[in-house]
């Protein structure tokens, strides 16, 4: 009986303990949280000259889930519109870009087949059923004399150019 009573104190100690734990855990949470709040808050007011107040909110969120990221991008932003001109100021040296006329498209059939390029020179068939005959009888060329497809492809235009 004896050892029930002492297991059953060790359950309860045990039990006692880990509500305390508990507790520090939720105080701990809290004070975690308001530090963030206060840290977003102080982020939030560092740059206050570059966040609209109607979008505090939303910046807000954005320190909150990646502080290291907003920060950048809010000091990117603050730089920008430092280096901007005010509103009315003209730039002195301002370049304005030369508007060129977009060059057109080419259609690649009528664009001229340059000096080196196999078949250069040489006039296109006009004839597609002619193109479709050479391609059949090479096939039947490499099919009977068993040749490579070019080899026959070379002797059926031979025959049907002829």
Do not use: C
């Not at 105080?27 to 109607?54: H, Q």
């Not at 370049?95 to 020179?121: D, E, F, Q, Y």
């Amino acid at each position: 009986m004896n050892g029930q009573q002492g297991v059953d104190g060790s359950v309860a100690a045990l039990e006692n303990e880990l509500a305390m734990e508990r507790a520090k855990n939720a105080v701990l949470l809290e004070k975690l949280l308001a530090y963030e709040d206060d840290l977003s808050e102080s982020r939030l007011e560092e740059f206050s000259d570059v966040i609209p107040n109607e979008d505090r909110d939303y910046w807000r969120g954005q320190f909150l889930e990646n502080s290291k990221a907003a920060s950048e991008f809010l000091g990117r932003l603050r730089n920008r519109m430092q280096a901007a001109p005010a509103a009315g100021e003209v730039p002195e040296a301002v370049a304005v870009p030369v508007k060129t006329a977009p060059r057109p498209l080419h259609n690649r059939a009528s664009a001229p087949m340059p000096k080196g390029a196999p078949g250069a020179g040489v006039a296109p068939s006009a004839d597609p059923d002619l193109a479709a005959r050479i391609r059949n009888r090479a096939q039947e060329i490499a099919n009977r004399d068993r040749v490579s497809f070019t080899a026959a492809f070379s002797r059926a235009e031979r025959e049907l150019r002829a």
